[in-house]
C-alpha cells in the first residue's frame, strides 16, 4: 500500500508467462498452465468504458497435472486501491497455493479514481461467484473456495467474506446464482480500517484516493462492523512495526470474529515492514506460510 514500496515491486502478472526453470519444481507446479478470464462477459457493473484499467479479470494458476486436490483460492493483491502489487502479492502468493495442489486466480480488481468502493468489491464477489459457477470446468469443488488478500486486497477479501449472500436463485446470469461467500479466509497486513473517519474527518482511504474523495461516503465499509457468525474460519498475519497499517484494527477484526464464535487464528509478528507479500528474506516472517499451511491442513483445504 505504502507507494514507494509497491511501485518497485509491481510486476504484470497478466503478462505472458515465462516457463520456469527446471530445476525448480515448486515454480514448475504452477506454472504449467495458466489462462485469463473477465469476470463480465460484457461491460463490467460500473465501468464506464471497455479500458483494461476498467475489465477486471482473474488469472488462473493450475496446479500440475495429477496435483489438484479440488481447493480454490481467489487471491487479492493490495495496492492502497490506486495500483495492484501483482507480484509479491498475486502470482507468487499464487505460485505458492498450485504447487500445494490448489488451483488459484489472482483477481485483477478494479481501483483507481474511475473504480472508487464499492466497486472493487463488486469484483470480489463477483470472482468468487465465478468460481464456484464453472467449478466443473476448473476441476474443483465448490464448497472448497477461499479467498486471501493483502493490504487493500485484504480489506477487499473481509468486506467480500463480510458482506456475502447466497446467491440470487432466480437470477438470469448463473453465475449471480452462486453464494459470494469464501469457505475460508485469509489476511496478509490487511487494512482494515482503511476507511474509518477520524476526528479531523480525514480516512486513510481518501489520502490514498486524493482529490474529490469524501471520507463520509466510504465510512460504512468497515469489515469490524460488518462480521457476523456467518464469516468463514479466518486467518490473520500482521507485524506489530508496520507503520502503514497498524496491528490495532486487525487485533478489533480479531475480537470480533471470535465474538461472534468464528473459528480464527492470529499471527503478530515483533518486526516486519508493510507489503512483504510471503515474507521475502526476513527468517521470522518466512515461517508464516508455514503457519498457513498447517491451519489449511487443519481446516481440510490440504490433504494431512
Same mark, same amino acid.
Given at each position: 500500500?505504502? *507507494?514507494?514500496?509497491?511501485?518497485?515491486?509491481?510486476?504484470?502478472? %497478466?503478462?505472458?508467462?515465462?516457463?520456469?526453470?527446471?530445476?525448480?519444481?515448486?515454480? $514448475? /507446479?504452477?506454472?504449467?498452465?495458466?489462462?485469463?478470464?473477465?469476470?463480465?462477459?460484457?461491460?463490467?457493473?460500473?465501468?464506464?468504458? $471497455?479500458?483494461?484499467?476498467?475489465?477486471?479479470?482473474?488469472?488462473?494458476?493450475?496446479?500440475?497435472?495429477?496435483? /489438484?486436490?479440488?481447493?480454490?483460492?481467489?487471491? !487479492?493483491?493490495?495496492?492502497?486501491?490506486?495500483?495492484? #502489487?501483482?507480484?509479491?502479492?498475486? &502470482?507468487?502468493? !499464487?505460485?505458492? %497455493?498450485?504447487?500445494?495442489?490448489?488451483? !488459484? +486466480?489472482?483477481?485483477?480488481?478494479?481501483?483507481?479514481?474511475?473504480?472508487?468502493?464499492?466497486?472493487?468489491?463488486?469484483?470480489?464477489?463477483?470472482?468468487? *461467484?465465478?468460481?464456484?459457477?464453472? /467449478?466443473?470446468?476448473?476441476?474443483?469443488?465448490?464448497?472448497?473456495?477461499?479467498?486471501?488478500? +493483502?493490504?487493500?486486497?485484504? @480489506?477487499?477479501?473481509?468486506?467480500?467474506?463480510? #458482506?456475502?449472500?447466497?446467491?440470487?436463485?432466480?437470477?438470469? $446470469?448463473?453465475?449471480?446464482?452462486?453464494?459470494?461467500?469464501? $469457505? +475460508?479466509?485469509?489476511?496478509?497486513?490487511?487494512?482494515?480500517?482503511?476507511?474509518?473517519?477520524? /476526528?479531523?474527518?480525514?480516512?486513510?482511504?481518501?489520502? %490514498?484516493?486524493?482529490?474529490?474523495?469524501?471520507?463520509?461516503?466510504?465510512?460504512? +465499509?468497515?469489515?469490524?462492523?460488518?462480521?457476523?457468525?456467518?464469516?468463514?474460519?479466518?486467518?490473520?498475519? @500482521?507485524?506489530?512495526?508496520?507503520?502503514?497499517?497498524?496491528?490495532?484494527?486487525?487485533?478489533?477484526?480479531?475480537?470480533?470474529?471470535? #465474538?461472534?464464535?468464528?473459528?480464527?487464528?492470529?499471527?503478530?509478528?515483533?518486526?516486519?515492514?508493510?507489503?512483504?507479500?510471503?515474507?521475502?528474506?526476513?527468517? !521470522?516472517?518466512? &515461517?508464516?506460510?508455514?503457519?498457513?499451511? @498447517?491451519?489449511?491442513?487443519?481446516?481440510?483445504?490440504?490433504?494431512?
Amino acid at each position: 500500500m505504502m *507507494r514507494r514500496s509497491i511501485r518497485s515491486a509491481l510486476a504484470l502478472v %497478466f503478462a505472458p508467462v515465462t516457463p520456469a526453470s527446471a530445476q525448480d519444481p515448486v515454480r $514448475d /507446479a504452477a506454472f504449467i498452465e495458466t489462462e485469463v478470464v473477465r469476470l463480465w462477459p460484457g461491460r463490467a457493473p460500473g465501468a464506464t468504458a $471497455d479500458t483494461p484499467e476498467q475489465t477486471p479479470t482473474m488469472t488462473i494458476f493450475r496446479p500440475q497435472k495429477g496435483r /489438484a486436490n479440488g481447493a480454490a483460492v481467489v487471491v !487479492a493483491p493490495g495496492g492502497g486501491y490506486i495500483e495492484l #502489487a501483482g507480484n509479491i502479492e498475486g &502470482r507468487q502468493v !499464487a505460485d505458492w %497455493f498450485a504447487s500445494r495442489g490448489v488451483t !488459484a +486466480f489472482v483477481l485483477r480488481y478494479r481501483y483507481g479514481p474511475t473504480a472508487r468502493l464499492p466497486i472493487p468489491l463488486l469484483d470480489g464477489a463477483r470472482a468468487i *461467484r465465478s468460481v464456484r459457477a464453472n /467449478a466443473k470446468r476448473y476441476g474443483i469443488d465448490p464448497a472448497r473456495v477461499g479467498m486471501i488478500g +493483502f493490504s487493500a486486497g485484504g @480489506h477487499l477479501s473481509a468486506m467480500t467474506a463480510a #458482506a456475502a449472500d447466497r446467491g440470487y436463485a432466480t437470477a438470469a $446470469d448463473s453465475v449471480d446464482r452462486q453464494s459470494s461467500r469464501p $469457505d +475460508f479466509l485469509v489476511l496478509g497486513y490487511p487494512w482494515l480500517e482503511a476507511t474509518v473517519v477520524d /476526528a479531523q474527518g480525514h480516512s486513510p482511504y481518501c489520502t %490514498f484516493a486524493g482529490k474529490a474523495c469524501d471520507p463520509r461516503q466510504y465510512e460504512r +465499509f468497515v469489515p469490524t462492523k460488518a462480521v457476523t457468525a456467518a464469516m468463514p474460519p479466518t486467518f490473520i498475519y @500482521h507485524t506489530n512495526s508496520d507503520i502503514v497499517v497498524r496491528a490495532d484494527g486487525i487485533l478489533r477484526f480479531y475480537d470480533a470474529l471470535r #465474538a461472534n464464535g468464528v473459528a480464527t487464528e492470529l499471527h503478530v509478528f515483533a518486526k516486519g515492514e508493510h507489503g512483504t507479500g510471503l515474507g521475502g528474506s526476513d527468517p !521470522a516472517l518466512a &515461517r508464516w506460510p508455514e503457519l498457513m499451511e @498447517h491451519w489449511l491442513r487443519a481446516i481440510g483445504v490440504l490433504g494431512r
